[in-house]
Structure formats: C-alpha cells, structure tokens
C-alpha cells in the first residue's frame, strides 16, 4: 500500500535507515512530462553538433521523446516563484538538470511536485537536490556517474599547473601589452617534488593522481575508503587516513569529496590557517566545500598563495562574489565536466536512464543517489 507524501515527509530518520515505504520509483503508464533544466548556449548553440548540453539542444532527446508521445520542457529559468520551472513543477514526473546550471530541488518543490518520480542529474554531482526531502517522499535521484570523470580530472591537472607555474599574471601581461618576467618569476616553480594532496580519491581523485605519477610529485590521498593495494602501489600515492594530519604536508591541495553534511564548510578560517603558508588549492568539486570568505581573506593576505576552481556558492555566482576579486586566482565558471566529449556521455547516459525507466528496469546500481528512501553512502 502506497504512503501518502505527508505522511512520509515526517519520517526521514526512518527511511535513511532503511526503506520503510516509498512511492514505486519507476514509470507508470502513459505519456509523461520531462522538464529539462540547461543553460542557454545562444548564437553558440548552432557552432557545434556535438553541443548537447545547453538548452537549445537539451541533450539531443526531444525528438524521441515525443515519438514516444512524452512531453519535453526545456527551459534556462529556474530561479524565483514566477520562473518558467516553477510552474511545471506541480505536474512534472521527471526533472532533469546538470551541476552546470543546476535547478535547486528544495523540500518546498518537492511538496509541490504530486507527480514527480525522478530526478535525473545530468552529469555527476546532485547536491543541488534536498536528498533527505527526496527519499523521504519516495523519489529516484540518480546521476551518469563516470560521463565527466576524465573531463574533471584533466581540467585539475590543467589548473595546477596554471598555479604552480604562475601562468596568468603573464597571460595579463601580453594581453596589457606590457612584458615584466620579474613579475612572473619571483613565484613561479616547477611541479616536480612537490607535495600535491588530494581530499577524496573516488574516479575524479584516481585519475588525477594517475595523470600526475610522470611528474615526479610526492602524491598523497585521504579518503573514506583505502584504494586496493596494486592501485596505490601503480599511482605511487600514499593513504593518509586523518586529513588534517595531511592538509599541512600539502604543496597543492586538490578537492576530490562530494558536498555532504559533513563537508560543507570544511575549509573554515581554522583549517586553512592551518595549511602551509603559500599553498596552492584547486576545487572542481563544490563551492560550498569552502568558506567563501576564509578563502578570499586566506588569498588577500598570502596565506593560500593561489586558488583555482569552477565551482562557486551559489551557481551562477553573482557578481560582487568575492573570489572574483581576490588576488592570484584562476576561476572560471562551471566548465570542468561540460566538455564536448563529456556531454556526448552524459546525454546518452541520460537516454539510456530514461529508457529504462520507462520500461521499468533498475538503473546501474553505481548511478543511484537515492533509491527506496536510502541515500548512497557517499551522501550519508
């Protein structure tokens, strides 16, 4: 017997422990309502037919979609009572979006939505979703884990560089018209030898220490779990199971963690007061990992000597946020994962998702965020 919404919002201590009863988390029958949620790629759209990711093109599926006589909704405008996603989401089954332009799952839109039944995330991450609010109402969150993992982890490998190397002031320079190596040089280094310490080794933190073995850097790891021994012992990296035991050893620290409860807000002023003075840090991962304001004060007074990233608190971020504006940084926006190659995987991965979905198949296991009221262990 099915449970009503309100009775299951008053039981989310039950259902993160098991699931208790929880709505069917599949298709039911007949056409559904699929809202997709991008960003708008305008006179870019048409520049590239691989450019699936944008509103425009909203991931290639519409036309099969509706030959399957399912309803499409894309749409940029996710923010505020009177946006265009606001007033599907009282009827909408599934809602797609991406960690690029993501819409915001609140436990209010979710009351809100009677038919939802899924929420796909275009890429890997759904911190954007209120997961206690989802599987306590039942819902299916899932993700194309693996579709970005090589785009991240060469982007992180790109940015450390760019840091290590003090590459922008001298990008500036030429494009000022100006030329001063002295400017450049006093803080520029080579990569080899240096400590480089990554916060999370799942796919993104593995294929990062492997792309950095050749340089000869003194590679460390911390994570929830240890890497199987002939994989650490391949990469050259050294487990360190208390991070902040780790974090002060760190040239370059590299975050590799999804957000949760227990890692918003990680960095704080403490933390990174406590970090080697002119340590370099790179955040793909999540904004909301850092104190934006320990951070911009830790650039402003030397303290981090460079910080580079695409992932900002909130996304898009405004434009008096202070990491726009704090010296020695290399932040762009949320284009790590969002490469070509990577959007060509995410979009058949989120095909495949909804296929299956139609016909009532599982998922792989590996792409669930919250399946039967449990969220996935990374997120508890």
Not at 12 to 19: D, T, W
Not at 71 to 95: F, N, R, S
Not at 280 to 306: F, K, P, Q, Y
Request: aromatic share 8%.
């Amino acid at each position: 017997m099915a449970i009503s919404r309100a009775a299951a919002s008053v039981i989310p201590a039950l259902l993160s422990k098991g699931p208790a009863i929880s709505r069917h988390l599949h298709a039911s029958s007949g056409s559904k309502k699929i809202v997709g949620v991008f960003y708008k790629a305008n006179e870019y759209a048409s520049m590239n037919p691989n450019f699936l990711g944008c509103a425009e093109n909203a991931l290639g599926i519409k036309g099969w979609l509706e030959s399957q006589g399912h309803q499409y909704i894309v749409t940029d405008d996710k923010e505020g009572p009177y946006c265009e996603l606001e007033k599907h989401i009282p009827d909408l089954h599934v809602l797609i979006s991406t960690p690029f332009h993501p819409a915001y799952v609140t436990a209010e839109r979710i009351k809100k939505a009677k038919n939802l039944e899924l929420l796909l995330t275009a890429g890997i991450g759904s911190d954007h979703i209120d997961l206690k609010a989802a599987a306590a109402a039942g819902l299916t969150v899932a993700e194309i884990t693996g579709s970005n993992v090589v785009s991240v982890a060469e982007d992180e490998l790109m940015r450390i560089l760019i840091l290590v190397r003090n590459f922008l002031p001298g990008y500036h320079q030429v494009i000022k018209g100006e030329w001063n190596v002295a400017a450049i040089a006093y803080r520029a280094y080579d990569l080899e030898g240096k400590t480089i310490g990554t916060v999370g080794a799942g796919r993104i933190g593995k294929l990062l220490l492997q792309r950095l073995k050749p340089f000869n850097c003194n590679l460390l790891y911390h994570d929830r779990i240890k890497m199987e021994h002939e994989l650490e012992a391949q990469i050259g990296a050294q487990f360190e199971p208390d991070v902040d035991a780790m974090l002060p050893k760190c040239d370059v620290i590299v975050i590799n963690t999804p957000l949760t409860e227990k890692t918003k807000g990680m960095f704080d002023k403490n933390r990174i007061a406590k970090l080697k003075k002119g340590v370099l840090i790179v955040n793909n991962a999540r904004g909301a990992i850092m104190d934006t304001d320990a951070v911009a004060e830790a650039c402003s007074n030397g303290h981090i000597g460079g910080y580079s990233g695409d992932v900002w608190n909130p996304q898009p971020a405004p434009k008096d946020h202070p990491w726009r504006y704090m010296p020695n940084h290399a932040m762009t926006p949320h284009i790590s994962g969002t490469t070509i190659d990577g959007q060509i995987r995410y979009a058949a991965g989120v095909k495949d998702m909804l296929e299956r979905y139609f016909k009532g198949e599982d998922f792989p296991p590996q792409n669930y965020i919250v399946k039967e009221g449990k969220l996935a262990s990374q997120y508890v």
